[in-house]
């Protein structure tokens, strides 16, 4: 297969970037996104023509690194991560769009490469379970149904990715925090925390600059993990019940 | 040099607890004097970062990644082992041990062992308490499965998502210390060198990954948890950015290399189909637990796998193996798969693959049941192969999974440079020559959490704060040599790119010291592996600058890097005239076909003293003393 790509290019945080083509050829169908970008990575290199940066690392859709908007949604709007999207989703010489997730949140540190760091400080904020190495109890001790147990999971299967943000109009960065805040909020073991670590959450999201949650829900449509948005109305219950304790 | 295990006397289940006792304690109000580097934020990282913390030392943490979440760890899929003996089946800390030790063959320390036996419970705890969403039964208490040939069920787990969960759980403790100014948080930062100061390791060099600056940090210890080398083969499970650099730079610094031959190769990956690919994914091994592995009986069978009757296929490991069958350990069932396509009788389009079935299991289950033990992995299958495994039976391939071999340590996780200390994958001390699954993410957690944060401390107290400036002529050296490495690379204006050079790397290392090794193949590959490298120097081609993003460079560096390790890799598998574990050399097996183990000769551990590139390194040998177990010959017959 053969493909006509335009993709993002920009030195760095600093310089202006723009489209620029490239072809991308003798594509296999069971290639990933990332391989064929590979590909003419190798290509680009041989002919002394910088790389295209993009993150990456674990390739099989866990480790939220990769973070790609092909034809305008974040993971190509397919099941799974950039990295997981196969070759052969793609129309043999259909023109492909590369961009970087963007949100004000996310800037641009080079070619499709973005600085996600505020996902970290929204985190530091809040998202954790305050208890020190070695103060625990038997892990038996807590009982959490099974029914409990597996929707904590389903909220805490976020790669921390970032494409609900890319997704939304507002650079909402709802669906993660949401996905976090329900997963310990489900647990006993988040009970003694539940209130103070919404309120910081929500407050660092706003400083980094996330927007608001007008329900569009555009990011439960891209998320590779499927997190649902009843997360988020479950983070509004929680922060309204934080408001009035 | 002698090596000093520092292993406490007195009975193996007191060792510990003896030890903890005896080591000096840091009076609280001064804790804050002393200061930790830890390089790699995977679970044996994070949590150790974050445990140092909470105890009132200052911290600096570093990963190469955007995001300390995305480290390697992410990825384990199966889970943890702990000898809760939650289902009541017989497990025991003792009993966990011994199956480590035996899953080992016999090639690690027994102390350290126990003590990661036995600390096993606490990580458990600890995990739940931070919420990690362990799977549950109805009652509310934990599940377990068995995983990994293991005959009792005390494998804990998350969904297929295991290491995920419990690297978030590690994650979150890390952030809430960065939050606190506990930890400072440097992503995008790769380790280039240690720097040490009078014989002890008392800072680092370090590349930002963003704009290309080199700079120094200091701290009274050092921590390596940097993770494994798997992808000295280039294609591996691993994450791409893994690599042998950090290990490796200390290594040329003095600490020594133990074992790096012991390397894991996964029975159950998605085998390799084509040149642009540069990893290989794994199935997860509990699959085992229902698919029947075969290939056909005749050579170069061309009929599809449903036209193959029943009589005329091998279940080769049901056949050799009447006990365990398809749940042998990794390295048999690896060894196994390569005898039967190197016997011409291997499927798929590069004839390098066996069946994975589950029709007989379709058929006694239900596809509904088989769909809810493994939906998700079905599906990632059909993802990338585009065939459904419901229909057609799987295509497997071994591929290069994770490294026993490591930094040596002794009992307190110190290397034998001062002040260094090595946990995770990093280090060597656990595993012996083959590793148990579910075992890697226990000792990650029990080095980061329950040792190190104990054993730290002792070195502290004996060698007093030092408050080391960066302005020391030490660090300015290093600092010049790392900056004359990257353009020395820049330099070369060749024509190739590194990841062909690490391709060819990879193909020498397959073939000549993967799953199976022999004299002849080992003395060729360190004859190819120099050649390789003097070409690497003289044709690489590195684009860009050093004061940018450039991924050519960070590539290139990690390449070069395992140009050089490679050869002690090699240097080791030839010294080691027995076959043990993972480590499977031809000219040593029996009749069967079996691994023949020399416990006379080799119960050691070859510890690997740098001399200078291409220069032979110097062998010290650690005693492997058994003072509990008797050395058995390890069988799944
Ligand atoms: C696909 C897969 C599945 C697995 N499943 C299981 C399982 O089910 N059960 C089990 O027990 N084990 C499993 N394992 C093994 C296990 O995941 C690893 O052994 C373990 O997670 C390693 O943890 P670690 O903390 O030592 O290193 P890693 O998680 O590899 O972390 C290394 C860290 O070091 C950093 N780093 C490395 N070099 C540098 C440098 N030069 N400068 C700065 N930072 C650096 C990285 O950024 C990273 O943060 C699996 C492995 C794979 C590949
Ligand atoms: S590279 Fe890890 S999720 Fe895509």
Redesign the interface.
């Known amino acids: 297969m053969n493909f006509k790509l335009h993709v993002w290019r920009q030195k760095n945080a600093a310089a202006k970037g723009r489209m620029e083509q490239y072809e991308a050829r003798d594509i296999n169908g069971d290639m990933s996104f990332l391989e064929m970008l590979d590909v003419v990575n190798e290509d680009l290199v041989e002919k002394g023509i910088d790389p295209i940066h993009f993150d990456h690392d674990c390739r099989e859709g866990i480790c939220g690194a990769c973070s790609l908007v092909i034809n305008g949604l974040p993971h190509g709007g397919m099941t799974g991560t950039t990295c997981e999207v196969r070759m052969r989703l793609f129309k043999d010489g259909s023109t492909i769009y590369i961009e970087p997730f963007r949100a004000k949140a996310f800037p641009v540190i080079k070619d499709l490469t973005v600085d996600r760091t505020s996902i970290d400080r929204v985190m530091q904020a809040g998202g954790f379970v305050s208890t020190h190495t070695g103060a625990a109890t038997d892990a038996n001790a807590i009982l959490i149904p099974k029914d409990k147990a597996e929707e904590a999971m389903d909220a805490a299967a976020c790669i921390g990715c970032g494409a609900c943000v890319a997704a939304c109009k507002n650079a909402s960065g709802m669906l993660f925090v949401a996905a976090k805040v329900s997963q310990l909020a489900l647990l006993p073991q988040g009970q003694a925390e539940r209130e103070r670590r919404v309120n910081k959450m929500v407050a660092q999201m706003d400083i980094e600059g996330f927007g608001n949650c007008t329900n569009y829900f555009e990011c439960e449509a891209v998320c590779p993990k499927d997190i649902s948005v009843k997360f988020i109305a479950k983070m509004n219950r929680e922060y309204m019940r934080a408001l009035v304790k | 040099m002698k090596l000093d295990s520092k292993v406490p006397s007195g009975p193996l289940e007191q060792k510990w607890q003896k030890h903890q006792f005896e080591m000096k304690l840091v009076n609280p109000a001064n804790k804050r004097k002393y200061s930790a580097i830890v390089v790699g934020t995977g679970l044996a990282g994070a ?1 150790a970062a ?2 140092l913390a ?1 105890l009132g030392y200052e911290v600096k943490a570093f990963c190469f ?6 480290a ?1 760890s ?2 384990a899929q199966g889970g943890i082992n702990a000898a ?1 003996n ?1 289902q009541n089946d017989g497990d025991s800390v003792y009993r966990l041990f011994y199956d480590t030790i035996k899953g080992g063959d016999f090639r690690s320390r027994e102390a350290n062992t126990y003590r990661l036996a036995e600390v096993s419970n ?1 990580i ?8 990690v ?10 599940a377990n499965r068995s995983f990994g040939g293991a005959q009792v069920s005390r494998t804990f787990y ?2 297929g ?1 295991t290491g ?2 419990l690297l ?1 759980g590690a ?3 890390l ?2 210390q ?2 606190l100014g506990k930890v400072k ?1 440097y ?1 995008r930062t790769e380790m280039q060198d240690v720097v040490l100061i009078d014989g002890h390791a008392k800072g680092i060099v370090v590349r930002d990954m ?1 704009t290309g600056e080199i700079s120094s940090h200091a701290a009274d210890a050092v921590v390596l948890a940097t993770g494994g080398y798997g992808r000295v083969f280039y294609l591996s499970t691993m ?3 893994c690599n042998v650099t950090a290990a490796y730079r200390a290594y040329k610094k003095g600490a020594l290399f133990a074992n790096p031959c012991f390397t894991q190769i996964h029975p159950t990956c998605i085998p390799h ?2 040149d ?4 290989l ?2 199935m997860s091994e509990s699959l085992r637990n229902d698919g029947r592995i075969w290939v056909p009986g005749a050579k170069d069978e061309q009929r599809a796998p449903g036209q193959i009757p029943e009589n005329e296929r091998d279940y080769y490991l049901e056949r050799k193996y009447p006990s365990f069958g398809n749940l042998a350990p990794r390295d048999i069932s690896s060894r196994s798969a390569k005898e039967a396509c190197d016997d011409g009788r291997g499927i798929g389009p590069s004839r390098y693959g066996v069946y994975l079935d589950f029709s007989d299991a379709i058929n006694r289950l239900g596809k509904d049941v088989i769909k809810e033990r493994y939906g998700n992995l079905f599906e ?1 299958y059909e ?4 065939e459904n495994p419901y229909e057609v039976p799987m295509r497997i391939y071994p591929a290069s999974h994770y490294t026993m071999g490591g930094l040596w340590v002794d009992y307190n996780l110190m290397s034998n440079i001062p002040g260094l200390h090595v946990i995770g994958e990093a280090n060597f001390s656990d595993h012996g020559a083959n590793r148990l699954g579910a075992s890697a993410l226990m000792q990650g957690l029990a080095d980061g ?2 040792v190190l ?1 104990y054993t730290i401390g002792d070195y502290f107290v004996r060698e007093g704060a030092k408050n080391i400036s960066t302005d020391r002529p030490e660090f300015r050296e290093a600092e010049e040599a790392v900056t004359m490495r990257i353009k020395k690379l820049l330099d070369v204006g060749g ?1 190739q ?1 590194p ?2 050079f690490h391709k060819r790397l990879g193909q020498i290392m397959w073939e000549k010291a993967g799953m199976a090794r022999n004299e002849k193949g080992l003395k060729e590959a360190l004859q190819e592996i120099p050649a390789l490298r003097e070409e690497f120097w003289n044709d690489v ?1 590195v ?2 600058s050093a004061d ?2 450039n ?2 460079v960070e590539r290139a560096a990690r390449v070069a890097d395992f140009l050089e390790f490679a050869e002690i890799f090699c240097l080791d598998a030839l010294d080691r005239e027995e076959s043990c574990g993972a480590h499977f050399r031809e000219e040593y097996q029996t009749e069967e076909g079996e691994a023949v183990r020399n416990d006379k000769k080799y119960a050691y551990v070859a510890a690997w003293e740098h001399k200078g590139v291409g220069q032979k390194p110097e062998l010290h040998k650690e005693d492997l003393q058994f003072e509990s177990v008797q050395l058995a010959t390890r069988s799944y017959k």
């Open positions: 949590s974050a445990s909470e990644q955007d995001s300390s979440r995305r390697h992410i990825s809760k939650y606490n458990i705890d600890q995990c739940a308490a931070q919420g969403p362990f799977a549950r039964e109805y009652g509310g208490t934990l998350a969904r998502q995920q969960q978030l994650y979150s403790a952030m809430r960065v939050g948080m992503p963003v994450g791409l950015g189909t084509g642009y690919q540069c990893k994914t794994l990632m993802l990338i192969n585009d959490y329950f944060p024509k790119t990841d062909s081609n684009l860009g940018e993003m991924m050519n």
